[in-house]
């Protein structure tokens, strides 16, 4: 072979390999040196003329789980090829790139164990090479199988039913301001009660005190009036302001009557935007809280895996024996399902291509939720482990893997979670349920406005007979007029 200098030396092929490492082909008089592989070319058909035995889930009719949902979260397949979904698309992958053959084995469910179950004893047992299709990791699971490092990052928690989450119906009249704002307003509103009839006292005593006892005293002439005056405008019933002609006395009744229309708007328009909206919050803050309260833990679809990785954390260590638990689901009642984001959107068919319409009927409530990692799983001692732990960080890094969970799992985890201390923006026109509240507020209004008419004419009276009956003791006791 010519080397660099041009000087032709004479190599053995084993010699020279052995001395200068990589491979390389003959050019000409030369030999050109191939380039090192990295990445996922150096492990390109490194698995070539292995089989692999994967199982699958077998979802019947009364597992409770959409079977497109759970294949879309799963495995597709049609005549014993995969043809998608979302572990099933990775594992096309790694045949891309290892250069494997599969052969796919159903696993179903049983009266004892659930289908996850019988995957693990299908591995264990090595009658399967490789689950095809997500499952959680125990402590239990990963004695007795091999995992391999995490590819997909969820979420499990309470799930309970929407519906919990919206408290529109504890709507109140005094809601839109706080217990403290409404007594500092009665407390403005009196002191301006009290100064308007000091100003009408001194108003009198200024006059004389002296009525004729012939005519009616102007209306204005007793404190009732400036009272039940106010407690009208404060009532917002539009109620006729009536003074005299001192300039004083518009001004003050202005400045009242102004500052409780002012309120009055604000306290109006608060009401609406209140009622206009939807407003979410949680029905409990904790699970212990929630068991307090009567809530139950439905008991549907608990595999082993499942009560060690997400029931016994969220519980503090108790197991489904060691709660209250019901046979219905959350939409069936004040009940918790303790369950994977990816199970919830299973049986609920949440997710895009099930056949629930709109919005999802359940949420996870996110105060109570752990996170938690799915690996692909395989059987005990399996050999190829470290390619397959090589292989799937390079599709992670390459952003391959993030193209595969937008397609086949578009919800994520803040679509999980439920609405809490927020409003739903997407309400903007009053509904039969909310216009009830608008009579209602009318309904208030119009019998205050009575009981404010009733009470000023039971006053007036009350004033003009108090005044008729001082003017005549007044005219018996005062001594008779000389010509």
Same mark, same amino acid.
């Given at each position: ?23 390389? $082909? ?30 699958? !889930? ?39 790139? !290892? ?13 004892? !164990? ?193 009560? $060690? ?47 629930? $319409? ?94 404010? !008419? ?30």
């Amino acid at each position: 072979m010519i080397a660099k200098n041009g000087s032709l030396r004479m190599y053995s092929g084993s010699s020279f390999h052995s001395r200068h490492g990589p491979r390389g $082909e003959c050019r000409g008089p030369r030999y050109i040196h191939r380039q090192r592989r990295t990445g996922l070319s150096a492990s390109l058909r490194a698995m070539s003329g292995v089989h692999l035995r994967l199982a699958h !889930l077998a979802l019947g009719g009364d597992s409770g789980l959409d079977p497109m949902v759970v294949n879309n979260l799963h495995m597709m397949h049609r005549n014993g090829t995969i043809t998608g979904g979302l572990v099933g698309e990775l594992v096309l992958l790694l045949q891309g790139v !290892l250069g494997f053959s599969y052969s796919l084995h159903p696993v179903a469910h049983t009266t004892n !164990l659930s289908a996850w179950d019988r995957v693990v004893e299908e591995l264990y047992a090595g009658r399967a090479d490789m689950m095809a299709g997500k499952l959680l990791r125990s402590l239990m699971r990963g004695r007795l199988l091999d995992f391999s490092c995490p590819f997909l990052t969820e979420r499990s928690g309470a799930v309970i039913d929407q519906r919990y989450t919206h408290v529109l119906n504890r709507f109140r009249m005094t809601q839109p301001l706080e217990s403290r704002a409404w007594y500092a307003l009665l407390a403005v509103q009196t002191a301006a009660v009290l100064v308007l009839c000091l100003v009408t006292w001194c108003h009198l005593r200024m006059r004389g005190g002296s009525l004729d006892a012939e005519a009616d005293p102007p209306p204005e002439a007793g404190a009732s009036f400036w009272f039940l005056i106010v407690l009208g405008v404060f009532c917002q019933q539009g109620a006729v302001v009536r003074a005299d002609g001192a300039l004083s006395y518009r001004l003050a009744i202005s400045a009242v009557y102004l500052l409780s229309f002012f309120i009055f708007a604000c306290y109006s328009g608060t009401l609406l935007a209140q009622m206009a909206i939807t407003r979410y919050e949680m029905p409990f803050a904790t699970l212990n809280q929630a068991l307090e309260q009567g809530w139950r833990v439905s008991n549907f679809t608990s595999s082993l895996g499942l009560r $060690e990785t997400v029931v016994q954390p969220l519980m503090g260590g108790r197991d489904l024996p060691q709660l209250p638990t019901s046979s219905d689901g959350p939409l069936q009642g004040r009940n918790l399902l303790l369950m994977t984001s990816a199970t919830t959107d299973g049986l609920f068919r949440c997710l895009p291509g099930g056949s629930q $319409e709109g919005q999802c009927p359940v949420c996870m409530h996110p105060g109570t939720t752990i996170r938690h990692d799915y690996s692909l799983v395989f059987r005990p001692h399996f050999p190829y482990l470290r390619l397959v732990n090589y292989v799937i960080p390079q599709l992670i890094d390459r952003g391959i893997m993030s193209r595969v969970l937008r397609r086949w799992q578009p919800r994520g985890i803040s679509d999980i979670l439920c609405p809490t201390n927020t409003v739903a923006l997407e309400k903007t026109q009053f509904g039969v349920d909310n216009l009830k509240y608008v009579f209602l507020i009318v309904l208030a209004g119009t019998l205050s406005a009575i009981v404010v !008419l009733f009470m000023e004419r039971v006053a007036s009276l009350l004033s003009m007979v108090y005044d008729r009956s001082h003017a005549s003791l007044y005219n018996r006791l005062r001594p008779p007029l000389r010509a």
